[in-house]
């Protein structure tokens, strides 16, 4: 979840009122670089380097390669200067996983700790679904309350008239997404190095997320241009 933030800011065109506006590629791709590097790349690289210093199976290279992702998001967070839902679970998923990692007896258990965790996090989406307004229908505000604060009022009537159908629609089909990257991420905990999982995992994840984000900006902005059918 880590690059979902910054990647559909990016992405969010100006105004829902602009049928023009497209998914924007170009700062979308810079943000999915920058993601790659800080959430695969770096703790790759880094675990490489600290694994043949330590035991088989130790944590601590693990541990250590947790330090990218986080600085990652904390530098969006700065960025940003706000601290919202997106950024909250992600801080529980990053905190979890340094849990997970500390009290694992090996670097195996620990990587199947952490694909599992995605599952209990799409659960959490699913459960939303029950409520009146479930988890995107605040994501979904604070990208368009960040990139045209002046549509908010439109984007609580159109909600109103959807009866929160929408919502509802892109939040199960996102939980539902989480729950089977994290089937694919504990495929990968059992078959691949700690090293590949920790290259391979983030990047499926990453494009996971681009191609949700790419598809809920476009049910979204439907929804603000045909009036909330």
């Known amino acids: 979840m880590n690059d979902l933030r910054q990647t559909a800011m990016d992405a969010t065109p100006m105004s829902a009122a602009q049928p023009q506006s497209h998914f924007n590629w170009p700062r979308a791709l810079g943000s999915i670089g920058l993601s790659i590097v800080i959430n695969a ?6 675990f490489r380097a600290l694994a043949p210093h330590y035991p088989a199976n130790d944590v601590t290279p693990l541990l250590v390669s947790t330090v990218f992702p986080l600085i990652g998001l904390v530098i969006g967070i700065v960025r940003q200067r706000m601290v919202d839902v997106i950024s909250i679970i992600s801080l529980v998923e990053i905190g979890i996983s340094i849990l997970v990692t500390l009290v694992a007896a ?23 679904v029950l409520v009146n307004r479930p988890l995107f229908y605040y994501v979904a505000r604070q990208f ?5 604060s002046g ?13 929160g159908r929408t919502f509802r629609r892109i939040t199960a ?34 494009g996971t997320n ?20």
């Open 151 to 163: 549509i908010v009022g439109g984007f609580e009537d159109a909600n109103r008239r959807d009866e």
């Open 210 to 229: 681009v191609v949700m984000i790419a598809w809920t900006i476009r049910t979204a902005r439907r929804r603000f241009e045909g009036g909330g059918r």
């Open 106 to 128: 090996d670097v195996r258990l620990a990587l199947i700790a952490r694909a599992l965790q995605g599952t209990l996090t799409g659960v959490f989406f699913l459960l939303t």
């Open 144 to 148: 368009v309350a960040a990139s045209a």
């Open 41 to 46: 790349v770096c703790p790759y690289l880094i």
């Open 173 to 206: 089909f996102w939980g539902l997404a989480v729950i089977f990257g994290s089937v694919i991420n504990l495929a990968l905990a059992l078959t691949v190095s700690p090293a590949e999982y920790l290259l391979y995992s983030p990047i499926f994840g990453i």
